[in-house]
């Protein structure tokens, strides 16, 4: 945007494994072994006891050696209804059992037994990496203003047709976009290209063409990894534009498709897979869209209204999906809980002070990782809030080039909390227009923006290159950690994705009204990724690596599914408090905002040996939609701080 148009206009007015049936099916002792010394173990003592109903417990062969865990004790109880058997951790040392001693107990049902590794959860493996940049595409010849991974591991990025130009030409035989020019009145042909598909695999670029402008639009994955875009400029305005995760997929847009015109709204996905979009300039309105619906409802939002400002602040409103199944939804510096069918407030959250926090302010917001690692129906919710600027630190950038440094405090607040607080702290540099991305791991990462002034045209200074990590477990004073620094300016209309390998995939970032080549900040089309210090390679021996073929790849609400992955090499004994299975479907990204993002760390069930250094893990799947909505998910296997690689999963 547009700062000078924006301003002028203010003054004037996720089976192929199904889940099994039960934890019991693997270990599942079947037969070979029953309650006495297997002449097989050699040395190795095992003690069997089973004091109750059917009480065998049937050590089956996977089950006794176990080469992965040394020469450690082990101890096998299964109290519980089918009688499972489980692999305790730190068991105990069994006086008189040999060098690897055994002690199996089963006191229950019928005595089927699977073995599950327990265990205290240790520490986070320690790196001193602060993390990595490579440049990968030297030019993609869009500038990536607005992007979404999709599950064919091509990310689609775009920025807008206004400026009639960009670095790269639509492919040969297609017709071009032609406009009229204000000035001359001509009738000129726009040939560029101004959205792409980019392979995160080969780094390539294909030149897509857009016909309505979705300049400063919002996005997301629709249940079946199709990406849906709404909102725009002109004859973007209205445009619902989709593509699916396809070969040779093209844009589809309907320019009427929404029942608003919408430019900066915000787009979620809700828990029966529709989408809700929210605000834009001067739509004081949501509405919900589903692709090829057109009877969906528009309801007046007046809280949009009443938290915009002089400069428009509460613009790309931060909209979050809690785990009660509302939506937190945070304007400029206000935030309500919204039941957005009932088109009623459920709750009031206390004013955020310091500034405001939104476009063209904008900080950055995100829903810290949601455990279900309890039996909790309804996990706590928790919302950050970082940066921005104060409210009229627009103006002074648009009207004066004074440009006022940006906010550096950041705020949480837990959302389901009947009576909640915002709890406040400080981060190591200041920052207005980055990026907030949940990482694998549960941390988080703030990347890209600038330390003053705000967005638009011109309307920065002093990019922000130092991304900064955020353990949100820990406590206040050790949560961040500076990574190291880039050398490209990523300011207005920059964007930053997760990767499935890990990596944060950065591009865009154009502080000019066309594309401009010679300039302190010129229009950035270089696509760099950054490796996070997980990525360290000396932690490379600790990485989980997903067996996909072994796994479960569609996990359905509530049921148990399984994954299959290895380990070179753990420290002491590995239990199933060492692994967490996180799920994250991918955002759409724009404007310092990921729309839809939610990492969700699953519970585990049972941690079975495989084979020596291979592991099955059986997991819970999310309860339902309102925890992660129905779509694609990168499935991550994270071992003391250490993610695997991705695995797409669709829930559903
Ligand atoms: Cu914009």
Redesign the pocket.
Known sequence: ??GKVLWIVLLLAFAGHAAPKSHRYDFALGNPYQDQEQPGLGDTDVGINGDNGNGNANLESPAQEQPGLGDTDVAINGDNGNGNVNLEGPAQEQPGLGDTDVAINSDNGNGNASASLEGPAKADFETTSIGNWDLVNQDSGVSA?QINLLPNNKIIAYD?KTYRKSRLLLPPGVTCLSFVDDKTKELINDCWAHSIEYDIQTNNVIPLKMESDP??SAGGLATDGTLVGTGGFLDGEQTVRSIGACEGCQWQENVNGLKERRW?PTQIILPGGEFLVVGGRRAFSYEFLRLGRTDQKLSFFPFLYETTDLDENNLYPFVHLSTDGNVFVFANNRSVLLDPYANKIVRTFPVLPGGSRN?PASGMSALLPIKLTTDNSTPPAEVIVCGGNQNNAFRLAETKKEFVPALRDCNRIVITDPNPKWETEDMPSRRTMGDLLNLPTGELLFVNGAQRGT??WWDAEEPNFTPVLYNPDKPQGERFKVMKASQIARM??SSSALLPDGKIWVGGSNTHQTYVDNDRFPTETRIENFSPSYLDAELDKYRPAIDEAASAKILNYGQEFQTVFSINEVDGELSKSDIKVTIYPPPFT??GYSMGQRLVILKNLNLNVETPGTYRLFSSAPPSGVIAPPGYYLLFVVHRGVPSKAMWVQIQ
């Open positions: 945007m547009h203003m807008t300049w400063c900066y476009y967005a638009a207005y209309h724009t404007h």
